[in-house]
């Protein structure tokens, strides 16, 4: 017997596209690395219009995490996107590498700055940690695919950033919106610093809730205010805090000037409150049958002194708007060094500040009863000495939104310490962000609305720190009036000369005699440190003002959605403070990783998916069709499951385009068929396939990466694998090697490998690349410095248009129905063993005629045969209306080559086994059926 499979044009069983993405993904990082493929990018679009993307600095502390893998996939996949549509789009990743977590780190080894180490030493231990930790996290954001200028990052710790850090800070003193101020801040007392409102965040924590007395100093002065009050025993104003260690600060109690407030006489005393809180408080504190003795204003109490609940003094009643009837009693403890609404209103009154907590959170010496108590410990030993001195009314647990420090996870306290601040209203800097912010496209759109409210509710920024390792804030004050130097402007620059050559020791080393000369002893040098937002906040001026192959604005700031009050925030206000405009066109926002289940990604609870398992285990392009999968508008729920689903997917993308090279390894460019001369159905693949890549290209462009997956994916399953490549492969394989009808198929085959390899460059870079390598025709340069694929137009459809494919596709969907109802009745196999008749109305008959012979393959049955249905046949309707469709298993032999039944199969003595077709397609000029 005739072994006839050698002259079968069957897929190469070798070639260059195997599985095992993990192993092989490194090997790849090799070369691009050896053939230096980013630089190879820059060249190949040098001179074109620029897209910059300014990468947000991760902080330089501990292993990336799948949010970071997110995040940097995602701006790979923009940056490679906006190259294949012919921008020079550079990446300049960068890292933020001063500050308390690094110093924390460097502390647990060496000691603190002062105390067991000089303060030099500290700060280039510092250093060294944040270059390692920088080196870390480069290979595992590389290991993911991400291209960009690796070996020359921005680092915010760089000498010449530092500098750049420095004259920023120059030029928005220059342009009046720097001021220094005595204010409460949010203090972290595990740090020992201020935190601006960009490093909180708030968590559950459970307080004490105490409602506490403040008698009435002179009742005589009382009943002068508010005439006379009935009743008996003790009169006292309530107020109800949650912070007990605050109250050795109270200066003051404050009141709405407009509430009512009234006198109630409840057991042997008499609370004045606010009427409209009087039944929660009753309720609260189980006052004993309360009764309303009389009814005033507010405003009525004003300078009425009260004595403090511990102390031996007085403290006055004073009026503030921001008192109202939400909670506690409508009078408010007042303490102007722990609340900033209690700082404002003590100004109003002359009230200043008493400083009773030092940096650590400790009580200083001076301050009576709990000197040298910390202030997570005092609240305890404060109720109880309300206790004993009762005033406590009552006492008892709340568990509430508390501030913590971003960094450290622990509880904050408001503290007022003399601070730099960038002012947010001196210069009407808030009303340039808030009208800026209409100047640029977030995406998505309720960006705009989250920034505005952040915005909304801004404060002036305090930009000091009491920290070592990070950037000086190099300014000289007047020791009298506390005034900046007149030369400011030219002493920062001359500063950042120096910083540029020695690092921010240069600062804290610096006499400043050597720049003073006999002004120095009138100036006092600031040693404070910026806050870490400043220095991500300011590189639009620090790096893309400074590299000439970047610009600013730049086009697109992609972070977190936790950004709108952190970097997005602290960019604009900066760079609107220098240069009057906003630092970015557009701002796109991603949320944040959660479990199946929605939950938050957490060791505790075990759900952690390490990005760097996931790489090692799947691969990473892997991960990197999650990420594109995902819609990032919202949380983006990752699980082991979840990334099985995704490879799953993969496999069906790589297989598809696998089978296309398949077809491909004795095929070059110049035997591509003219594409009006090519077999109508490859024809229309082809313009299935421009058609697509518009829409795919328009999803880049709108930053839709989950619905570029989506198309992607069906067209492989349902347009390729579902019918096209399906009815191809009789085709390709058992038609003469050069024939038209095989070149036909094998150019519309290479044309849609030359599109969908684009397609998935960005996404699936890996995979992109290794498929390159394999296309037919010349490959020395990279995939990534490729554009968009130029797909060929036919000049004239005709009839077999993109509506009538879609026909065809659809009753082909409805013979296979019909199809594999029958193989489960036992009645027919494989396809090929059966044979089809189409009833067909008169129009679907003139529409199905056009593919003459051809239809059979379209169908991939045996026979086909379509006929006027004149309703004679009992046959039920099929999905496509006009069409029913009738199945028989066909009497004729199988041909052994191409498996059609076929009746002149045995007619030919010399190839007894054969059909007529594949005779001539082994022995003949090949097979010269009419093609559409």
């Known amino acids: 017997m005739t072994d006839y499979k050698g002259t079968l044009n069957l897929p190469a069983t070798e070639f260059a596209m195997k599985a095992n993405l993990a192993q092989r993904e490194p090997q790849t990082l090799a070369r691009w690395q050896k053939e230096n493929v980013y630089s190879a990018i820059r060249a190949a679009r040098a001179g074109r219009p620029q897209f910059i993307l300014h990468d947000g ?45 690094i110093e924390h780190n460097v502390e647990k080894k060496i000691g603190k700055a002062g105390v067991k180490v000089d303060y030099a030493t500290f700060r280039q231990k510092c250093r060294e940690y944040a270059t390692q930790q920088v080196a870390g996290q480069k290979q595992d954001f590389i290991r993911l695919g991400v291209l960009g200028e690796w070996d020359n990052p921005y680092l915010t710790m760089n000498f010449v950033t530092e500098a750049n850090i420095v004259r920023a800070l120059g030029k928005i003193a220059q342009n009046g919106h720097l001021q220094r101020g005595f204010k409460p801040v949010y203090w972290s007392v595990v740090g020992g610093s201020a935190l601006a409102e960009t490093e909180v965040e708030y968590h559950e924590k459970t307080s004490f809730s105490i409602d506490v007395s403040f008698p009435v100093a002179n009742e005589e002065d009382l009943v002068a205010r508010i005439g006379a009050v009935s009743g008996s025993g003790p009169i006292s104003v309530i107020i109800w805090t949650t912070t007990p260690w605050t109250l050795p600060a109270n200066q003051a109690v404050s009141l709405n000037p407009e509430l009512d407030y009234v006198v109630v006489q409840t057991g042997d005393q008499r609370l004045i409150l606010a009427e409209a809180l009087l039944e929660s408080v009753s309720k609260r504190a189980q006052l004993t049958s309360p009764q309303i003795l009389t009814r005033f204003k507010g405003k009525q109490l004003e300078h009425l002194l009260l004595n403090h609940p511990f102390y031996a003094r007085q403290v006055p009643v004073i009026l503030g708007d921001h008192v109202t009837t939400d909670a506690g009693t409508g009078c408010v403890h007042t303490a102007p060094d722990h609340g900033m609404e209690d700082f404002l209103v003590a100004q109003k009154y002359q009230i200043g500040t008493l400083n009773y907590i030092d940096d650590n959170g400790n009580f200083r010496d001076f301050v009576e009863i709990f000197a040298g108590d910390h202030v997570y410990k005092v609240d305890d030993k404060v109720v109880a000495l309300l206790q004993e001195k009762g005033h406590l009314l009552h006492q008892g647990k709340i568990t509430h939104s508390y501030p913590h420090c971003w960094r450290t996870k622990t509880p904050l306290i408001y503290r007022a310490t003399p601070q730099w601040f960038v002012s947010m209203t001196k210069n009407g800097l808030l009303d340039s962000a808030k009208a800026a912010v209409d100047q640029v496209r977030w995406v998505p759109d309720w960006g705009k609305a989250r920034i505005q409210a952040m915005l909304d509710a801004s404060p002036d920024w305090c930009i000091s720190r009491q920290r070592t390792w990070g950037v000086p804030i190099t300014l000289f004050v007047h020791k009298e009036t506390q005034e900046l130097h007149p030369r400011t402007p030219e002493l920062v620059e001359q500063v950042a000369k120096k910083i540029e050559e020695k690092g921010i020791d240069a600062w804290f080393d610096l006499d400043p005699r050597e720049l003073l000369g006999d002004e120095a002893d009138q100036y006092q040098k600031v040693t404070d440190t910026l806050d870490v937002w400043f220095d991500s906040g300011v590189t639009h001026f620090a790096v893309l003002q400074q590299r000439d192959y970047l610009r600013f604005p730049a086009d697109l700031y992609l972070e977190g959605s936790d950004q709108h009050r952190g970097w997005f925030q602290s960019s604009l206000k900066t760079s609107l403070a220098i240069h009057g405009q906003p630092p970015y066109k557009q701002v796109l926002t991603h949320g944040f990783t959660v479990d199946a289940e929605g939950r938050k990604m957490s060791k505790s609870l075990g759900n952690v998916i390490p990005p760097q398992k996931v790489v090692n285990d799947l691969g990473a392009d ?31 993308i790589r297989n598809t385009i696998r089978y296309l090279l398949s077809n491909l390894p004795d095929f070059q460019p110049e035997f591509a068929v003219h594409i009006d001369e090519m077999v109508a159905l490859d024809r229309w693949a082809v313009e299935r396939t421009a058609q697509l890549q518009k829409e795919i290209i328009a999803c880049y462009d709108n930053y839709q990466f989950h619905l570029i997956y989506q198309k992607l994916h069906n067209f492989c399953v349902v347009d390729l694998g579902a019918f096209y490549l399906d009815i191809t492969k009789d085709r390709v394989y058992t038609t003469k090697a050069d024939s038209a009808a095989r070149r036909s198929a094998q150019t519309a085959q290479y044309h849609i490998a030359e599109a969908l390899v684009r397609w998935i460059a960005p996404i699936l870079s890996f995979t992109a ?42 009753v082909k969907a409805a013979v296979n129905k019909e199809l594999e109802a029958k193989r489960n009745q036992g009645l027919v196999g494989k396809s090929l063993e059966a044979e089809v008749t189409l009833l067909c109305s008169s129009e679907n008959l003139q529409k199905l005629s056009l593919l003459g012979e051809e239809l059979r393959f379209v169908l991939m049955t045996s026979k086909a045969h379509i006929q006027l249905d004149d309703g004679a046949l009992d046959v039920n309707k099929s999905d496509v209306p006009g069409i029913r469709v009738v199945i028989e298993p066909t009497s004729a032999p199988k041909c052994v080559r191409c498996w059609h039944h076929s009746k002149d199969v045995g007619t030919h003595s010399a190839h007894p086994e054969l059909c007529g077709r594949c005779v001539e397609n082994v022995d003949g000029t090949g097979e010269s059926r009419l093609y559409a």
Not at 80 to 97: E, I
Not at 795 to 810: I, K, P, T
């Open 57 to 101: 600095p991760p902080y330089a502390n501990g292993d990336i995490h799948i949010g970071h893998a997110v995040n940097k996939i995602l701006k790979d996949v923009i940056v490679k996107a906006k190259t294949l549509s012919g921008f020079d789009a550079p990446y300049v990743p960068g890292w933020d590498c001063h500050g308390l977590p």
């Open 622 to 652: 892997v991960l990197r069709l999650w990420v594109a999968a995902t819609d990032f508008s919202g949380d983006m729920s990752v699980s082991d499951e979840i990334l099985k689903r995704t490879a799953d997917s993969y496999r069906r």
């Open 769 to 810: 690349d290794e498929i390159w390598q394999t296309l037919p025709g010349d490959r020395s340069s990279s995939i990534f410095a490729q554009e968009w694929y130029q797909l060929p137009e036919a000049s004239n459809v005709g009839a077999m248009d993109f509506a009538f494919w879609q026909f065809v596709s659809d």
